[in-house]
């Protein structure tokens, strides 16, 4: 013998599925809910755009600078079959991912930190101003430079390409606007400063070897290959030594944003994120309480 149990009996869940309409008509009960949820939201998204601390970007557009043939006075073409020879580059050049991998490399990110003493700004919440100290004696829990490099490649100073145009973007975000450009253009000098120091580094020990082989050469044009050689090197020096964009040439330097040119904190994204959330914290606690209420009809109408 079967009995069939009504699906609204007591104890019993109702598993068919709920009708567009009933989930049109509850939410239609609830907009009153859900519109306060939704303005609350949005102006909490507001306040904390208001309350978070405004960061703004500086950018330097780069080119690399590679005048190999002008510095060696067309001696390039005269004089390459004896660099291969003798196993040396000709040098006086910056390729453009030499630059680019300058611009990123933790020992520039380092030297710039450690030039402008940027310790106390990247960890300011660990640095006590009035004492000049961190706020922390234990050494183990005080900042390390290694955390600084780190901090300053991943939120403060950012380098791309634009493979189309030839150019690197250098963009440093800070919340000082002046301060941004500031080390924008800054940074630029120091990496052309350090690409100048390696070029004539090498330059002068392309120089110190030819030297020394000229006084073993005999052959005539064996040795005033070597001269020419060598005169190219010293014009390379005399350029690095002479020219303050060496290898990188800023065709347009960084300026101080206006002050509400501010990149983060996105402002209509907090509200429209606040907005969502607000909006779906009121449609669930709606749910909860007529679910309650609903159950608590239910019991009544039982008793």
């Known amino acids: 013998m079967s009995s069939t149990i009504a699906p609204d009996a007591p104890g019993v869940a109702d598993t068919s599925p709920v009708p567009l309409i009933e989930v049109l008509r ?14 609350a939201g949005a102006m909490l998204g507001l306040l904390a755009a208001s309350m978070l601390t405004k960061k703004y970007r500086a950018d330097v557009v780069l080119m690399v600078v590679t005048p190999t043939e002008s510095r060696l006075g067309g001696l390039g073409e005269q004089i390459g079959g004896l660099a291969s020879l003798v196993g040396m580059d000709l040098g006086g050049s910056t390729s453009k991912g030499e630059a680019v991998q300058t611009l990123r490399s933790q020992y520039l990110a380092r030297k710039f930190i450690e030039r402008r003493n940027l310790m106390p700004l990247l960890f300011a919440q660990r640095w006590d101003a009035q004492a000049g100290a961190w706020r922390s004696k234990d050494p183990a829990e005080q900042p390390t430079i290694s ?3 780190r ?5 403060v100073a950012r380098v791309s390409e634009d493979k189309a145009a030839g150019t690197i973007l250098l963009s440093v ?10 080390w924008a253009n800054e940074f630029v000098a120091l990496a052309n400063e350090e690409l100048r120091a390696r070029a004539i580094r090498e330059a002068q020990l392309s120089i110190d070897y030819l030297s020394a082989e ?22 390379t020096m005399v350029v690095a030594r002479t020219r303050a964009d060496y290898a990188l040439r800023a065709i ?7 002050a509400k040119a501010y990149v983060t904190p996105r ?12 909006t779906l914290l009121a449609l669930l606690a709606y749910t909860i309480v007529s679910v309650r209420r609903a159950a608590a009809t ?6």
């Open 26 to 39: 509850f939410i239609g009960r609830a907009k009153w809910p859900l519109l306060a949820g939704f303005a």
């Open 147 to 149: 955390a600084g490099v």
């Open 151 to 155: 901090k300053f490649r991943e939120r």
């Open 173 to 182: 975000t800070w919340p000082d606007r002046e301060v941004a450009a500031t």
């Open 214 to 235: 000229l006084e073993t050469t005999e052959q005539v044009e064996l040795r005033e290959l070597m001269h020419k050689l060598m005169y190219g090197h010293l014009r």
């Open 252 to 258: 347009d330097p960084a300026v101080a944003p206006d």
């Open 267 to 278: 402002r209509f994204l907090l509200m429209l994120i606040g907005a969502v959330v607000g």
């Open 298 to 303: 239910r019991r009544a109408g039982g008793g």
